[in-house]
């Protein structure tokens, strides 16, 4: 099992600049959910899929921001135009939710840095 | 407002010590509980969970504790050792399968 798998670990963009973050859940897994980490709000939930639709975004942060999921073994967050106020470290994590309360598994996180 | 709260942002304990790490929450809908560990450069990685209908989980040197009227759970470690220093993460489960993370308590464990 390889675990849940993010791209690029790290990124470093400038202001304005189109961001695409990538992520592989576990095989079998039926959720999928964004994380977001910052020092100031901890760990903020910004979408979920359920079978690879989409279930909440409303934390999804403003319209900048834009998540899909084509298919059950792929989803990207994309943030156009990005703004430094974007900096943080981004989690992809999945689940089994046909497993009762099955946890969350999370990738190693991509760092994203908006200068 | 947060909904799962950690007021204390760290701890210091001595190796072979309890570790207690505490937790509130505000909704009283939430069923089930989750106690995360993250290590610098990794992802959250699950430790232990209790069901609403239990008030004790027990892993080893793991315990989760939860208190439903007072609406707060804790994280017992004993013995606590180096490898346990690193940032704790609870959560709880919402109707929809998704995860509320408090902000974390960072355990250093000296030897």
């Known amino acids: 099992d390889a675990g849940v798998i993010q791209s690029p670990r790290h990124e470093v963009t400038e202001m304005g600049q189109e961001v695409t973050l990538r992520c592989k859940p576990i095989s079998g897994h039926n959720s999928l959910f964004w994380y977001r980490q910052t020092m100031m709000r901890g760990l903020e939930l910004l979408i979920y899929?359920?079978?690879?639709?989409?279930?909440?975004d409303s934390g999804m942060p403003e319209d900048r921001f834009s998540a899909k999921m084509p298919n059950a073994s792929f989803s990207t967050l994309k943030i156009q135009p990005s703004e430094p106020r974007d900096s943080a470290v981004y989690f992809c994590?999945?689940?089994?939710?046909?497993?009762?309360?099955?946890?969350?598994?999370f990738g190693n996180g991509t760092r994203l840095t908006v200068t | 407002d947060q909904q799962v709260k950690q007021n204390s942002p760290s701890l210091s304990v001595q190796e072979g010590r309890i570790s207690i790490l505490n937790c509130d929450y505000t909704?009283?809908?939430?069923?089930?509980f989750l106690w995360y560990k993250k290590y610098p450069a990794e992802g959250p990685t699950f430790l232990i969970s209790i069901s609403s209908i239990k008030d004790k989980n027990e892993d080893g040197r793991f315990t989760v504790f939860l208190n439903k009227s007072a609406k707060h759970l804790s994280l017992h470690i004993v013995p606590s050792q180096p490898g346990d220093s690193a940032v704790y993460f609870c959560a709880a489960s919402g109707s929809q399968g998704n995860l509320i993370f408090g902000k974390g308590t960072k355990l250093s464990v000296k030897p």
């Open positions: 899929f359920n079978n690879n639709v989409p279930i909440d």
């Open positions: 994590a999945s689940s089994n939710r046909g497993t009762y309360n099955s946890p969350l598994h």
């Open positions: 909704n009283s809908m939430f069923d089930y």
